[in-house]
Every structure is written in structure tokens, then in C-alpha cells.
């Protein structure tokens, strides 16, 4: 709230106590000036507390006149406390709002839910220039608790997408609830901007020739991926990480990094990492190599020699490597 706000309310308050007390000391008979002030304050709080002495008529009529100003007084206050929230609110949302504005070259997450939240928390840690699409309140509150930038509205309005300058981002995620809502606003998007890298979550396999169409870079669908994850896990406990890399024909290819025990691999000890033809023979790279110890040599030159105490990390297709697991012992 204001000073001047204050101010007059703290006026207006200590105006009505002391013409109250002044006036049930003048009305009553025989009361002191603590009973006065007392009958003013427990009349204007409504408390409830008994009477410093009985209320003639006239007393009645007054203590009536200033539980009336006291009402208006707090009426008084709330109002101009709603409309400092309100232009507080307003304040907040403008200078958001500006800083929106001067964004280029952004990037657009559309849609704050568990997937939006993950890759708000990725692009704040990159150090990426983002802002958020959301309308629901708890999701702003948590937006604002992150210090993210946003724009409170729906993300199927084009002059939400607009507010977060979807005609000068880069790039743009959209991951709403539900896949009618994502392709939905991947159309609008592919209206006003049709150079940014655009990426849609999906959630039915049927979607994604639609989302295709309308001008979607890449597609997500977090079931499909997160089961051929668990599988791969749950078959190859010893998979550590894979990657997948998706063609411009919408082709996927497997890559996959593995540790492997060179115990296992009895005919590569002592051989220099060139002599072990991984490259030539099974498209395969050696990535690290981790010793005895568990230290970790990365990007191992060719003439690193291996040993049987040693795990070798390597990567390539996923067939590849189960080409060579048939040579472990």
C-alpha cells in the first residue's frame, strides 16, 4: 500500500477513535477517559466485550454512529488494499510483458505440465532464453517461484503466442494435454512463423502423420520412448545410454553406449586400440576406457593399449553391438 494510503487511513482511524471517545466521555456520566477510549475501541473491533458502564439512549446512538464509521473505515481499506494487489498484478504482468518483448532468436515452451516443467528446468541450466504458455494459476505461481519468464494465457489464442513473440523465436515445444491441442496450435504456430525448429509431443501414433503435415520438425511420443527405454533396460541391464538420431525421412536410428569387460574379450589383450579393428570391422568407437581403479581415460588415443582388467566404453548401432557380445566369452 501507498504512504499516502497509509497515511489517511492512519488519520481517518486515530479521527474516529478520538472523536468517539470524546463523545462517549462527554455523553456519559462519570467516565474517565480510559473507559471512553476502552468503549471506543471494543465498539469499532465489534469484540464483544461487556460495557465499561451502561449505555444510556444517547449512548446507544452514538456507539450505533461509530460502528458505522469504523465499517467504512475497513470498507476503505480493503478497497484501496484490492487495488494496490490489482496494480501490483498489473505492474508485475507489464514488466513480464516487456521482457517478453525483447526477446529474439527465444525459444517457446507451450504448456507448463510435467514434460514443460522438465525442459523449462533444462533450457534455465543451458542458460537459453525461454519464456512459458500457461493459463493455469498454480502452474504461474510455480513459473513465478522459478524465475521463469511467461505469458499467462492459452497457447491455442494466437495473440497468446504472439505476446511470447512466436514471430522471432528459434525454436518452439509444444506439450499440452492433449494431442488435438498440439496440433492445433503447431498449425497456428506454422502460420506465423514457418522457419522455427518446431517439436510437438504426441500421444497417439494416429497424430503424428497429421502433426507431419502440419509443418513439425520433430515428433515426441513419451510413451513410445519411455517403454523402448525400459525394455532395453530391463533386456540389457548392462546398457548404460542410447541415443537416437531421426533421419529427415522420420527414419530412427539406435545408437547405443555400452561398457564392456575386457575379460570378456580375451583376444584383444595387450592389443593397441587400432589393432582391434572395432572401427573397421563392427562400426564401433572406444569411447573411454576405465581401469582398475575406476578412473576414466575419455577419447582414448589409437595406440592406447588394452588390458584384461579394463572396461572399454564404446558406441555405435545397437546391432552392432550385439555383433559383438557373440565374440565374449
Not at 497509509?6 to 470524546?22: E, K, M, N, P, Q
Request: charged content about 25%; some cysteine.
Amino acid at each position: 500500500m501507498q504512504v499516502k494510503t497509509r497515511l489517511r487511513f492512519l488519520i481517518y482511524f486515530s479521527a474516529v477513535i478520538f472523536i468517539g471517545s470524546l463523545g462517549f466521555y462527554s455523553l456519559g456520566e462519570d467516565w474517565t477517559v480510559l473507559e471512553s477510549v476502552y468503549m471506543t475501541i471494543i465498539t469499532l473491533s465489534t469484540v464483544g466485550f461487556g460495557e465499561a458502564q451502561p449505555l444510556t439512549d444517547v449512548g446507544k446512538v452514538w456507539a450505533i454512529i461509530v460502528i458505522l464509521f469504523g465499517v467504512t473505515g475497513v470498507a476503505y481499506l480493503f478497497s484501496e488494499y484490492s487495488k494496490e494487489l490489482f496494480r501490483l498484478d498489473l505492474y508485475r504482468r507489464n514488466k513480464m510483458l516487456k521482457s517478453v518483448k525483447r526477446l529474439h532468436d527465444h525459444y517457446i515452451i507451450c504448456g507448463y505440465g510435467r514434460m514443460g516443467a522438465v525442459i523449462a528446468k533444462e533450457m534455465h541450466e543451458k542458460k537459453q532464453h525461454f519464456v512459458v504458455i500457461d493459463f493455469n494459476p498454480e502452474k504461474i505461481r510455480k513459473i513465478e517461484e522459478c524465475g521463469f519468464l511467461y505469458v499467462e494465457g492459452d497457447a491455442t489464442l494466437e495473440e497468446t503466442l504472439i505476446e511470447a513473440g512466436v514471430e522471432k523465436a528459434k525454436g518452439i515445444v509444444v506439450v499440452l494435454n492433449t494431442d488435438q491441442d498440439n496440433l492445433f496450435v503447431s498449425m497456428s504456430i506454422r502460420t506465423l512463423n514457418s522457419d522455427a525448429f518446431l517439436v510437438s509431443r504426441c500421444s497417439v501414433n494416429d497424430t503424428s502423420s497429421k502433426l507431419r503435415r502440419a509443418g513439425v520438425d520433430k515428433i515426441v511420443n513419451p510413451y513410445v520412448t519411455g517403454g523402448h527405454k525400459m525394455s532395453e533396460l530391463l533386456l540389457s541391464p548392462q546398457l548404460e545410454d542410447s541415443v537416437t538420431i531421426t533421419t529427415p525421412q522420420q527414419t530412427s536410428i539406435d545408437y547405443g553406449i555400452d561398457e564392456i569387460q575386457m575379460s570378456e574379450l580375451d583376444q584383444f589383450d595387450g592389443m593397441m586400440v587400432k589393432d582391434c579393428r572395432l572401427r573397421e570391422d563392427y562400426e564401433l568407437l572406444i569411447v573411454g576406457i576405465i581401469d582398475a581403479k575406476g578412473d576414466v581415460k575419455v577419447n582414448p588415443s589409437s595406440d592406447q593399449v588394452l588390458h584384461r582388467d579394463q572396461t572399454i566404453m564404446v558406441i555405435g548401432k545397437k546391432e552392432n553391438l550385439d555383433r559383438l557380445k557373440e565374440l565374449m566369452n
